[in-house]
């Protein structure tokens, strides 16, 4: 039936065959008879009179290049060397049509989803400024069109330039066309040396202002895209700044709080880069400050994965970037960056690194301990806890500030028996520490406030029970440091 349609001499069936084959070659191993014949309908229509014929069997070919090695028959080849170049010239100068006919502009980007996994083509393509206007432009203005498998082919090609994937995890409807590719394109590398640079290009051409424009669609699909687009666009530091000023993060923040799992991940990872590499206040200017909150919940979600995902946030400079939050009037910044915080120290790594990178860090926390928001106070006092059970050194600097001891008796006095717990294991850790710090806290009198606690009859028991059990710490600190003062004057 397809043969005989395709011989007919009539425009409509010719578009039919087109389509069909176009469809019917998505899965190669269930279509291995029907490509081979494929290929001589479709290059025998492509020398159609017709423009709207020609541009369908041309996508048609360009989806049959991907296909090559998954044959049956390793002998056959379909096009010769080079063939995918020329495709995707042919897709070019449909898509820049002058005449700017709609059809032909639809199916040519189909055509370039496709060839786009060829690195010869991704760099050629890069290259010709008007070919990626034209389908930057293209994807703007099919965004509230019905029929958006044009704008999913625009996103595709985008994500295809900028190896906006990983190897295992590919958006489905492109899992089986990537493994073909990997076997038929000679050095083909998901992660390209070419790829940072074609990332730059597409920023300065005013494509993360198309993407902004698409963030807020309703497909999830294409959200996803869009997401990982912004991610990989992120990843060189000098691009970020065309990021900020063309809308990407009130878009990205759009992206990581609704959409696909993947996508809001991917997403969120960009939010770090862009909070990262430049001040909050000026990565999110203006109105987006009113946003940083929701920021803050991206990070704390992104911090929740694991502990590669905290130590990479670290690396990325994350603690110079959000304490300015600390200092911030709005009490739901501090929150949330005190949050942050204690969520990256469930790395001990990372509570080590945070005192080592900057020891006078210790004094933003020990300062909001005397907040009279509750939520605040519990925050950082659950931040000091963390820091030092992890790091020695913050013990000894927490006792030489100046309001050490005043923030150490504020949580200790606490209405709140979950803000005196805290408090505890502050000292307590201090204590374990050194033997100098021990005995300092014990003339300073905060064992008094211990004994008292422990022996309260309104105190909550597990807040007696770990003032006894740090009392137990002094009391073994104080027979260490009696026994060393014996033996020197032995000696």
């Known amino acids: 039936m397809i043969l005989a349609m395709a011989k007919a001499d009539d425009v409509l069936q010719q578009k039919v065959v087109c389509e069909c084959i176009v469809a019917a070659i998505t899965k190669c191993k269930k279509a291995n008879k029907f490509i081979l014949g494929g290929r001589d309908i479709l290059q025998n229509l492509y020398y159609s009179k017709h423009d709207s014929i020609r541009i369908r069997a041309l996508v048609g070919l360009c989806k049959l290049t991907i296909f090559e090695n998954g044959l049956c028959s390793p002998t056959i080849k379909l096009f010769p060397y080079g063939a995918t170049k020329k495709l995707s010239k042919i897709c070019k100068r449909f898509l820049i049509n002058p005449k700017k006919e709609k059809d032909m502009s639809k199916w040519a980007i189909k055509g370039l989803s496709y060839l786009t996994f060829d690195d010869d083509v991704k760099d050629e393509l890069i290259e010709d400024q008007q070919a990626i206007r034209a389908m930057i432009?293209?994807?703007?203005?099919?965004?509230?069109?019905?029929?958006?498998?044009?704008?999913?082919a625009a996103l595709t090609t985008l994500v295809n330039l900028c190896n906006a994937y990983v190897e295992q995890e590919h958006i489905p409807e492109?899992?089986?066309?990537?493994?073909?590719?990997?076997?038929?394109?000679?050095?083909?590398?998901?992660?390209?040396?070419?790829?940072?640079?074609?990332?730059?290009?597409?920023?300065?051409?005013?494509?993360?202002?198309?993407?902004?424009?698409?963030?807020?669609?309703?497909?999830?699909?294409?959200?996803?895209?869009?997401?990982?687009?912004?991610?990989?666009?992120?990843?060189?530091?000098?691009?970020?700044?065309?990021?900020?000023?063309?809308?990407?993060?009130?878009?990205?923040?759009?992206?990581?709080?609704?959409?696909?799992?993947?996508?809001?991940?991917?997403?969120?990872?960009?939010?770090?880069l862009l909070g990262l590499n430049k001040h909050p206040k000026i990565a999110f200017p203006g109105q987006m400050m009113m946003e940083n909150s929701a920021t803050l919940l991206v990070l704390c979600d992104l911090a929740k994965v694991n502990g590669s995902m905290r130590e990479h946030i670290?690396?990325?400079?994350?603690?110079?970037?959000?304490?300015?939050?600390?200092?911030?009037?709005?009490?739901?910044?501090?929150?949330?960056?005190?949050?942050?915080?204690?969520?990256?120290?469930?790395?001990?790594?990372?509570?080590?690194?945070?005192?080592?990178?900057?020891?006078?860090?210790?004094?933003?926390?020990?300062l909001l301990c005397k907040n009279a928001n509750v939520l605040i106070s519990l925050s950082a006092a659950i931040a000091l806890m963390m820091v030092t059970e992890a790091n020695k050194g913050a013990c000894k600097q927490i006792y030489d500030s100046n309001f050490c001891l005043e923030s150490l008796?504020?949580?200790?006095?606490?209405?709140?028996?979950?803000?005196?717990?805290?408090?505890?294991?502050?000292?307590?850790?201090?204590?374990?520490?050194?033997?100098?710090?021990?005995?300092?806290?014990?003339?300073?009198?905060?064992?008094?406030l211990l004994t008292v606690l422990s022996k309260s009859d309104t105190a909550q028991n597990k807040v007696k029970d770990l003032a006894f059990l740090a009392l137990e710490e002094a009391a073994e600190r104080r027979e260490e440091r009696r026994e060393a003062i014996i033996g020197r004057d032995k000696t």
Request: proline share 2%; with cysteine.
């Open 314 to 366: 670290c690396k990325e400079g994350v603690f110079q970037k959000i304490e300015a939050f600390l200092n911030d009037e709005d009490n739901g910044l501090k929150c949330g960056s005190l949050t942050l915080i204690n969520l990256l120290f469930l790395s001990h790594e990372v509570a080590v690194q945070y005192f080592e990178q900057d020891n006078s860090r210790v004094k933003h926390p020990m």
């Open 174 to 272: 492109m899992i089986e066309l990537v493994m073909f590719a990997k076997r038929y394109f000679e050095g083909y590398n998901l992660f390209d040396r070419n790829a940072v640079g074609r990332r730059s290009v597409l920023a300065k051409a005013g494509v993360i202002s198309a993407l902004a424009s698409l963030a807020e669609m309703d497909s999830q699909n294409c959200k996803e895209l869009i997401a990982r687009i912004f991610n990989m666009i992120c990843c060189p530091r000098e691009v970020r700044e065309i990021v900020v000023q063309q809308g990407g993060p009130k878009a990205l923040l759009l992206l990581a709080l609704n959409g696909t799992d993947k996508g809001k991940k991917e997403a969120s990872e960009a939010l770090v």
């Open 137 to 152: 432009e293209l994807a703007r203005s099919n965004t509230k069109t019905d029929d958006q498998s044009v704008l999913y």
């Open 409 to 448: 008796r504020f949580l200790l006095t606490s209405p709140y028996s979950e803000v005196q717990e805290k408090g505890i294991l502050i000292v307590t850790n201090m204590i374990r520490s050194t033997k100098d710090v021990a005995a300092k806290l014990v003339r300073k009198g905060i064992m008094k």
